[in-house]
């Protein structure tokens, strides 16, 4: 082993790679139930590692080296008989507890249990919210912190959130071993709603200073990729998901300025599109149309895809189209609001106005940010006006800095 300080930047990537599947392999032995065990030994792992690689340098095979180390703490805890006894033993359930067939940690083992545990964690049984909070925890390693953070909530609120929520996984019989078609079908829908919630987080981030959140990005598409992975997730429906990430990836770069201000689409620096990540949504997208059904997923990715293609006169009015029949698949305001923005770009400003204003979506902020720029070339007070009460009900500090700017320059123009 070699010296070297550059295990504090290996670890934090190391933990965020491997503690979930270490988790998740964990609980094939010790079951739902006993989580926690599973994710103290994961923990006590890594804090192993921080310890020994401080003095004795990287090791030459660190993951390894952090799945063997693992695999001995959680045999040595199963042999301390009194621990066992007094924590374990009276709620252990036949079927549970499978000591006698060893730790492995081989690829396989690996796939299958994380594959497993991304179904457990996304429970039905749990909020939209809280599915989110325990995937952030359980799936990708976030701190209590971390997710307050990513919700614009305090630590202590998200504990109690995760505490219920733990506690429905606990009371859940869903087992952490190899999954059946039946499995599948039944949560499938639900994992991809709460992955596309997870990007959605990241990328329409509302905590303090920060209006992308990039590395819930990246673990959504993380975790969506390894779905597609093994047969019996990989359909056009997860593929059409996966191509929405990385199209609306490809443009995080040019969402923000250099002090984290928002950059709206019309003014984004089309050089810093990742022509990679618009190839790779390609790659999925296509794939996605092999099959005949058409899910929320292929139409948003068809909107993503047409944004990542140069202006011609077509690009408006194919995106109106799908805005169209997204609205019919799954109605939200937000989309709403979304077409209507499409809906301007092909028939204008004026006709746009009254079926905005028609949604009297009086209380949400976008509703008004909308309906300022429809106005701000045919009435300038009324855009002031929207643009106020959007400032109104803005939560995000970016945002209302942006509405500021746009409202500075609105007024300038009056005086």
Not at 162 to 175: C, G, I
Not at 206 to 224: D, M, P, T, W
Not at 360 to 366: A, C, E, F, R, V
């Amino acid at each position: 082993m070699a010296q070297n300080p550059a295990y504090k930047e290996l670890l934090p990537h190391l933990f965020r790679q491997e503690y979930a599947k270490m988790t998740a392999v964990l609980c094939r032995h010790f079951g739902l139930k006993h989580i926690e065990i599973a994710e103290d030994i994961a923990s006590d792992t890594f804090l192993k590692a921080s310890e020994q690689w401080a003095i004795d340098g990287i090791p030459s095979n660190p993951v390894a080296w952090l799945y063997t180390v693992a695999k001995n703490k959680a045999k040595d805890y199963f042999k301390h008989e009194s621990i066992f006894e007094s924590k374990v033993k009276n709620g252990l359930t036949p079927g549970t507890y499978s000591y006698e067939t060893g730790f492995e940690f081989n690829h396989q083992i690996i796939a299958d249990s994380q594959l497993a545990m991304i179904f457990a964690v996304c429970n039905p049984a749990n909020t939209p919210e809280s599915q989110i909070c325990l995937a952030l925890q359980i799936l990708c390693g976030f701190s209590v912190e971390e997710i307050a953070n990513a919700f614009l909530s305090n630590n202590e609120t998200i504990k109690k959130r995760l505490y219920r929520a733990r506690a429905n996984l606990r009371n859940n019989n869903f087992q952490i071993h190899n999954l059946g078609g039946a499995d599948i079908e039944e949560r499938l829908e639900v994992v991809l709603k709460t992955l596309y919630l997870l990007f959605n987080e990241g990328y329409y981030s509302k905590s303090g200073n920060q209006v992308i959140r990039g590395e819930l990005c990246s673990e959504a598409i993380r975790l969506a990729v390894f779905l597609s992975g093994n047969p019996l997730t990989l359909n056009t429906k997860v593929q059409a998901l996966i191509a929405l990430m990385y199209y609306q990836s490809s443009r995080l770069s040019a969402r923000t300025g250099e002090h984290g201000e928002v950059i709206l689409f019309d003014n984004q620096d089309r050089r810093q599109w990742d022509s990679s990540l618009i190839a790779q949504g390609h790659y999925y997208l296509v794939n996605a149309c092999t099959g005949e059904q058409i899910s929320k997923y292929h139409l948003e990715a068809g909107i993503a895809y047409w944004h990542t293609t140069p202006a011609d006169q077509n690009k408006w009015p194919h995106i109106l189209q799908l805005y169209n029949q997204l609205i019919l698949v799954e109605y939200s305001p937000i989309t709403a609001l979304n077409r209507l923005f499409a809906y301007a770009k092909v028939y204008g400003a004026a006709r746009t106005i009254p079926e905005a204003e028609q949604l009297q979506l009086t209380d949400i902020h976008y509703y008004h940010e909308l309906l300022g720029y429809l106005y701000t070339e045919i009435d300038t007070f009324k855009a002031i006006e929207h643009y106020e009460n959007a400032i109104q009900l803005t939560k995000s500090p970016v945002e209302r800095e942006m509405i500021l700017k746009e409202l500075g320059r609105l007024r300038e123009e009056k005086i």
